[in-house]
């Protein structure tokens, strides 16, 4: 695969993660601003707006795949965790435990959800 090709692909799916992420956050902290959600709210939709941009990174990871979806969602889900993971253990001061390991399962599962179903999105032809 050429690297430039499989760096756009990174790229845009990061991008697009990122752009679901800030969007979704933006209304959804605009929301509690006002006092229209609650803080319970608020948490668990935090969580959804996560699963979401890492279902949408997987898909548009697997896109342009011709081959096992899975496998791009689970690597989209990899490079983007090691980033979560750092951050939360050099950053935030924070040790990890089982439930920070269930959350990054569910976040691959997420994604690699998103790789499947986004792998018969594909344009190639047969």
Do not use: P
């Not at 959804?28 to 319970?40: K, T």
């Not at 795949?65 to 980033?83: Q, R, Y």
């Amino acid at each position: 695969m050429n690297y430039l090709k499989s760096l756009k692909k990174y790229t845009f799916s990061f991008l697009l993660f990122l752009a679901i992420i800030f969007v979704f956050t933006f209304f959804l902290s605009i929301f509690h601003y006002f006092d229209v959600l609650s803080y319970q709210a608020v948490a668990v939709i935090k969580f959804i707006i996560l699963l979401v941009s890492f279902f949408g990174g997987g898909f548009f990871m697997s896109v342009s795949a011709t081959k096992k979806g899975w496998l791009e969602g689970l690597k989209f889900a990899f490079v983007v965790s090691v980033f979560l993971l750092l951050f939360q253990v050099l950053g935030i001061d924070k040790s990890f435990r089982m439930k920070d390991l269930i959350f990054y399962l569910v976040l691959f599962m997420t994604s690699i959800l998103g790789g499947m179903i986004g792998i018969h999105f594909t344009l190639h032809e047969k």
